[in-house]
């Protein structure tokens, strides 16, 4: 993104300081931005002087699924994806800008039975969330610490048990309209699939259903904002391999408009689905899948609630016991 920078005469040395907030006072995204600067002679004589710098922005609002990158380990504007292994280790995989992830951060500890759920910045300290829950149906929700690896004692606090009754859990992003991300659960018996608003207090508030009976659907994902309305979205794939999208409304409900059919026998040989956030640099949300071989498959977002052709990104991820 560019900004310029304006002001009133100035004698001798020029700086130029930015609070990484917009003309309205918001914090702006994390990500690269690139200032343009120019100066003119107060007596018109003479051309203007341009000059121009790119500044990282680190300490913005939170960008989904964007935890660290490959340089500073510090959130960069482009979506990363969490790894999990058979022996318990939690790892990023920062997102590289042009569609592919970088070295791993990784934690070991954990449990291997977790379900990791990347999450948005709930408690509004303008860093994603990590929710985890465990064998025992806890689900925590842990604050992740800028620049350092997933381990155990980050700080976290209880959200409750009885969350081992859902085989779905997934964030689409803030599909209700109050800014805050919230949670998408199925019940794993009955199928009916539920709302877990997030709230300004750092928690969530108790579930809503929505719907009644999802069971035909092998995958639900949440996946951000796929047309660029500024709600989350789901994907959602029938044990047919059609996919399908329900798009947030933003109603404070937090429901879906009716299903859209994307694709027919789309992804059978996937055995995970992701949406990663924008990790090609386009400003459009992207998804990752593995196939049962281990390779890694990218399809790009294109802004208006669908996806390209799949990319071919990586090999060997089959070690990995869940991807998200």
């Not at 933003?250 to 040989?269: E, I, N, P, Q």
Request: proline content about 3%.
């Amino acid at each position: 993104m560019v900004r310029t920078l304006s002001g009133g005469e100035v004698e001798g040395n020029l700086t130029a300081r930015w609070d990484t907030r917009d003309s309205k006072g918001a914090l702006v995204p994390n990500g690269t931005y690139t200032f343009k600067l120019t100066a003119r002679p107060a007596d018109d004589s003479g051309s203007a002087l341009t000059v121009s710098r790119t500044v990282p922005v680190s300490v913005g609002a939170a960008v989904r699924h964007d935890f660290i990158n490959g340089g500073t380990w510090a959130p960069d504007g482009t979506g990363d994806v969490l790894t999990l292994s058979s022996s318990g280790v939690i790892s990023y995989r920062p997102g590289n800008g042009t569609g592919a992830f970088g070295k791993a951060m990784s934690a070991s500890g954990w449990p291997s039975s977790v379900t990791p759920v990347p999450f948005g910045d709930l408690n509004g300290d303008r860093r994603n969330d990590i929710l985890v829950r465990f064998s025992s149906g806890e689900l925590r929700v842990y604050r992740t610490m800028l620049g350092q690896a997933f381990i155990t004692s980050t700080p976290h606090t209880s959200l409750g048990k009885g969350w081992n009754q859902y085989d779905v859990l997934t964030s689409p992003g803030d599909v209700s309209g109050d800014g805050r991300p919230d949670l998408i659960a199925r019940n794993s018996s009955t199928g009916a699939v539920y709302l877990c608003k997030g709230t300004s207090s750092g928690k969530l508030v108790s579930r809503v259903k929505l719907y009644d009976n999802w069971k035909t659907y092998k995958k639900i994902v949440g996946v951000g904002d796929l047309n660029g309305d500024g709600i989350g979205d789901l994907i959602a794939q029938d044990k047919s391999n059609n996919l399908y999208r329900y798009t947030g409304t933003g109603t404070g409900t937090g429901t879906f408009k009716a299903r859209v059919k994307l694709f027919s026998a789309w992804g059978g040989s996937y055995n995970a689905i992701a949406g990663v956030g924008d990790i090609t640099g386009d400003g459009k949300a992207d998804i990752i899948s593995r196939d049962t071989s281990g390779n890694l498959w990218r399809n790009n977002g294109n802004g208006k609630g669908s996806f390209g052709s799949r990319a071919k990104i990586a090999t060997g991820w089959q070690a990995y016991k869940g991807v998200f």
